[in-house]
């Protein structure tokens, strides 16, 4: 067993890279029902790609958003034929951050009849808004997003959340909150720290919420890749995430879900979570599969690997 295992290792630089529809039709015409704000499509096998589609208003995050990004991505969690996500938007920009027109009302206007009251009722709001980050963390398929141009605000708070980052050069990145007079709410402040490890630069972004381009971007470690432009970063994107589907989806969500893990706990702590995880996922075909397809000088495109 263990020279197979070794054999699998050796063989591991040997990437799969999927065949690819054209990058300019991989941008709908339009959301896809029963969404108004995303785009869904499958442009490679068990890879989804879930576009951010309000390209008429830079696409800012409305009310409806918030609700649909929930529901794609339980969706995408449960759906077997998935092994990987794209994450991208539409149009010139990736996002504006909030539709403060759309919101205005919900945030500055609360119900309630006294002030405990609509206290609550913005308690409610704001955890309501941090589940629609947190799902794409929670979903155990890994997310890559794609960024171009302006990602503002509540941008930085959706990218930190998925597990590969990639941008265009003409990126750049603002925790814009306090120049709209709040805290951000929904994770940049709590995810951002650990994505780049610079306390003080993470201080600095979030008091001051100036721009932080591409170059920054990459050498702080906030984006892994800077690519030329929009239709490079997606290509990039977009194989990465055929080289992870390829690959076992009992080991991948295995992977995922235990570095989120090990990323909130201490490495005892994470340890003892990781035996207790492969006591049982150790018994999986797929470590035998993969181990022989290596061996016989395969990628891990030959190799079927059950639904998950």
């Not at 951010?52 to 649909?68: G, I, Q, S, T, Y």
């Not at 539709?99 to 009849?113: N, R």
């Amino acid at each position: 067993m263990s020279s197979i295992i070794r054999s699998a290792l050796s063989g591991s630089r040997r990437l799969y890279h999927p065949a690819l529809t054209a990058v300019r039709a991989m941008s709908a015409s339009g959301p896809t029902p029963p969404f108004t704000t995303l785009s869904i499509s499958q442009p490679a096998t068990h890879v989804t790609h879930v576009e951010l589609h309000r390209p008429d208003k830079r696409n800012a995050m409305n009310k409806a958003f918030w609700r649909e990004m929930v529901e794609c991505f339980n969706q995408i969690a449960e759906d077997p034929e998935c092994r990987a996500v794209v994450f991208s938007g539409a149009g010139k920009v990736f996002t504006s951050g909030i539709d403060l027109m759309d919101m205005a009302s919900e945030i500055l206007q609360p119900e309630g009849d006294d002030t405990a009251r609509m206290a609550w009722h913005v308690r409610r709001i704001i955890t309501k808004y941090q589940e629609t980050f947190s799902v794409i963390e929670k979903c155990p398929k890994p997310v890559v997003v794609a960024v171009h141009g302006a990602c503002v605000g509540a941008g930085v708070d959706l990218i930190t959340a998925c597990d590969i980052r990639l941008c265009s050069q003409d990126s750049w990145f603002s925790v814009k909150e306090v120049d709209i007079g709040l805290a951000a709410d929904v994770g940049t402040l709590q995810r951002l720290p650990s994505v780049i490890g610079n306390r003080s630069l993470v201080n600095e972004l979030a008091l001051t919420a100036r721009k932080m381009y591409s170059d920054e971007a990459k050498s702080c470690g906030l984006v892994s890749r800077v690519l030329p432009d929009k239709e490079t970063v997606l290509t990039a994107a977009m194989e990465i995430a055929g080289e992870i589907a390829a690959r076992s989806p009992v080991a991948v969500q295995g992977t995922k879900i235990n570095l989120i893990y090990a990323r909130d706990h201490s490495v005892a702590e994470s340890l003892d979570y990781m035996a207790t995880w492969n006591m049982s996922m150790l018994q999986t075909q797929d470590l035998m599969k993969s181990a022989q397809a290596a061996m016989e000088k395969k990628t891990p495109k030959d190799v079927v690997f059950s639904k998950l």
